[in-house]
Nanobody, 125 residues
């Protein structure tokens, strides 16, 4: 089993930055793609970004492209999401996902894998 724990969320003003982290424990995520989704109140969970194993390929939702950067440290079993130029519409609970069988180019949730409990990001205007 893999446990994913997100951290780094919080309250920030529009135009500010936050860095989310997602640390995997229980077993290594070697060979796993990892990524981020978010869910705003009253909305469906949506894809934000994903990164392949060992990290050479990344995908971003159009809404965050050019502002967010996903990266990973395989030595630390951790994936990061650097969020810059934040907007009020980025307000959501952000969830980390990891899967060994995930076609990240689809920008869809993995059919099987692991999820974190989520971390709240609130951007004030």
């Amino acid at each position: 089993q893999v446990q994913l724990v997100e951290s780094g969320g919080g309250l920030v003003q529009a135009g500010g930055s936050l860095r989310l982290s997602c640390a995997a424990s229980g077993r290594t995520v070697s060979g796993y793609a990892m990524g981020w989704f978010r869910q705003a109140p009253g909305k469906e969970r949506e894809f934000v970004a994903a990164i392949s194993w060992p990290g050479g390929t990344t995908y971003y939702a159009d809404s965050v492209k050019g502002r967010f950067i996903i990266s990973r440290s395989n030595a630390k079993n951790t994936v990061y999401l650097q969020m810059n130029s934040l907007k009020p519409e980025d307000t959501a609970v952000y969830y980390c996902a990891a899967s060994g069988a995930w076609a990240i180019a689809t920008m869809m949730p993995p059919s099987a894998g692991y999820w974190g409990q989520g971390t709240q990001v609130t951007v004030s205007s």
